[in-house]
């Protein structure tokens, strides 16, 4: 068997592993691989082979490194579903504690700030723990 159809052979099993991850990366590598056996096609020595393979590999893999976080998405802010719920007050304690009716049980929680206005209904813009953190609720 001749050596290009070894680095070709090698490029398929790289590309049937990737499919299983999703990276792309090992794409890079067996793109490499491809390389090679173009390279032993022509007749190269396989020095030559395993050097323009490790370049396009390189290269490859840092590009799509590149290309990743350029387009990398940004993660949502909150991955709390409390937050933006509407909650009752049940009763305004000192300053500015509160106690309020939440999924059906009652919760400490705390206004977002001094300046946030008190009233009847509020909705939830952060957690604490377990303390709930109130903002005023649209009108």
Same mark, same amino acid.
């Given at each position: ?9 090698? /490029?398929?099993?790289?590309? #049937? ?6 990276? =792309? ?10 390389? @090679? @056996?173009?390279? /032993?096609?022509? %007749? ?6 395993? #050097?323009? /393979?490790? &370049? $396009? ?5 840092? =590009? ?7 387009? !990398? ?10 937050? %933006?719920?509407? $909650? ?6 000192? %300053?500015?504690? !509160?106690? $309020?009716?939440?999924?059906? &049980?009652?919760?400490? !929680? ?14 939830? $813009? /952060? ?9 005023? !609720?649209?009108?």
């Amino acid at each position: 068997m001749s050596l290009h159809f070894l680095w070709w052979i090698a /490029a398929a099993v790289l590309v #049937g592993v990737e499919m299983m991850t999703g990276t =792309f990366y090992l794409l890079m590598v067996a793109l490499a691989c491809v390389a @090679g @056996g173009i390279v /032993a096609f022509s %007749g190269v020595d396989v020095g030559w082979q395993w #050097g323009i /393979a490790a &370049a $396009v590999g390189v290269v490859g893999t840092y =590009f799509l490194h590149q290309w990743k976080i350029k387009n !990398a998405t940004v993660p949502k802010l909150s991955s709390n579903l409390d937050v %933006g719920q509407l $909650v009752k007050v049940v009763e305004w304690r000192d %300053g500015s504690a !509160a106690r $309020v009716s939440y999924r059906g &049980a009652n919760w400490d !929680a705390v206004l977002e700030s001094e300046l946030t206005p008190k009233r009847e209904q509020m909705v939830i $813009v /952060a957690t604490r723990g377990s303390q709930l953190v109130l903002g005023p !609720a649209p009108q």
